[in-house]
């Protein structure tokens, strides 16, 4: 019978993405691969945007279809960022790609939350 882990673990697990996208936030510069341009134009997006999927997802944990609400306001505040130039208190470089990677950044947080939480029930076996 399969169970499905608690809040706490659920919390825990939000923080530890959370922490993985400021890390790529904070090392993209460091980054000498390839496509290194885009990676440094838009790593910072994804990593953000996944960032605040999961914050969002912690408060969100708690209400009815908590991850669609979570992926919804995460990625209006991220657009919202963009199209208001960091809401006039932040410096920001638009692009118009910028949405498109906020979304993907979004999308990949959705994925890994969908597939961190089966590898979790299926440990609980």
Do not use: C
């Amino acid at each position: 019978m399969q169970t499905e882990p608690s809040r706490p673990v659920h919390t825990a697990r939000s923080v530890v993405f959370v922490l993985m996208g400021v890390g790529v936030l904070v090392l993209k510069h460091s980054y000498r691969g390839p496509l290194s341009a885009i990676f440094a134009s838009y790593a910072g997006n994804v990593a953000v945007s996944f960032s605040v999927y999961f914050l969002v997802l912690i408060a969100a944990s708690r209400w009815k279809h908590g991850r669609i609400v979570a992926a919804v306001l995460a990625l209006i505040a991220v657009e919202l960022f963009e199209v208001t130039n960091g809401f006039g208190i932040m410096s920001n470089v638009y692009d118009q790609f910028d949405l498109v990677a906020n979304a993907l950044g979004v999308g990949l947080a959705i994925a890994v939350d969908l597939g961190s939480e089966r590898l979790l029930e299926a440990s609980g076996d």
